[in-house]
């Protein structure tokens, strides 16, 4: 299976930018869709977007403008761009993948869909 491992978070105002990085080794990198979660204490776990590596890409609506997620297929990385940050973005942030064909596009920001999962990343946005 493939193996995750998230780096790039910390703290940063409100209205700064982050960028968060998902190395990815194992089977080939090409053969996964791949999501970024976040969970805040006290609060379920969310799917923040996703994306398949054919180029469809699925936000929540919470971070929809403002998220970016992208890879580099070369470096086998999945990243996530987060401009305009939020207070309310403060969560652990996790990375996770999934065999193409588990679920359809629809659910890609399901938490159900995903079998395997980086450590986390902490993000903080705070004045």
């Known amino acids: 299976q493939v193996q995750l491992v998230e780096s790039g978070g910390g703290s940063v105002q409100p209205g700064g930018s982050l960028r968060l990085s998902c190395a990815a080794s194992?089977?080939?990198?090409?053969?996964?869709?791949m999501a970024w979660f976040r969970q805040a204490p006290g609060k379920q776990r969310e799917g923040v977007a996703a994306?398949?590596?054919?180029?469809?890409?699925l936000y929540s609506d919470s971070v929809k403008g403002r998220f970016t997620i992208s890879k580099d297929s070369a470096k086998n990385t999945l990243y996530l761009q987060m401009n305009s940050l939020k207070a309310e973005d403060t969560a652990m942030y996790y990375c996770a993948a999934a065999p193409t064909g588990v679920c359809s596009a629809s659910l890609f920001l399901s938490w159900a869909c995903y079998s395997t999962w980086g450590q986390g990343t902490q993000v903080t946005v705070s004045a």
């Open positions: 194992g089977r080939p990198y090409r053969t996964y869709y």
């Open positions: 994306y398949d590596w054919d180029g469809y890409t």
